[in-house]
Every structure is written in C-alpha cells, then in structure tokens.
C-alpha cells in the first residue's frame, strides 16, 4: 500500500484552486483489466466525461487501482 501511496504523491503534486481530482480506488477492474487500450479504462472515461460535463473546471481522475488485488 506504501508503493501505491508513494507513487500517487510523486505522479500527482497539490492541486491548483480550480482544479479537481477524483481518487478512484479498486482492484484489477478499477486498474484497466480487460479494456483493450489504456484510454479505455473506466477511470479514464470517467475523466473524459467529466471534461465534457463541465468544460470549464480542470478534471483529473487518478487511477489508484491495483491489479491482481484480491479480496
């Protein structure tokens, strides 16, 4: 869990004011298993639709899946 913590700070500084993050959080499925390109990942859709929602807010979904995570 450390790695995952770690790796969410270095790839993700403090947000500007107008800008908004979503932390999603899950297993494989969350991470992209089964999608045929990264961009067709569901944390990265949400992203896109969320742009396209509300143009003029800054988005960012953070994908914090974990793949092979079993529960």
């Known amino acids: 869990m ?5 790796r969410i700070d270095e790839e993700h ?3 500007e004011p107008e800008h908004t993050r979503v ?4 297993t ?3 991470w992209g298993a ?6 067709d990942g569901f944390v990265e859709r949400l992203e896109r ?3 396209a929602a509300e143009p003029e807010r800054r988005w960012e979904c953070i994908n914090a899946g974990i793949q092979g ?3």
């Open 13 to 15: 500084d403090r947000a």
């Open 23 to 26: 932390l999603v959080v899950g």
């Open 69 to 71: 995570l079993r529960g």
């Open 49 to 51: 639709l969320l742009m």
């Open 34 to 39: 089964g999608a045929a390109r990264a961009e």
């Open 28 to 30: 494989s499925q969350t």
């Open 2 to 6: 450390e790695n995952v913590t770690g």
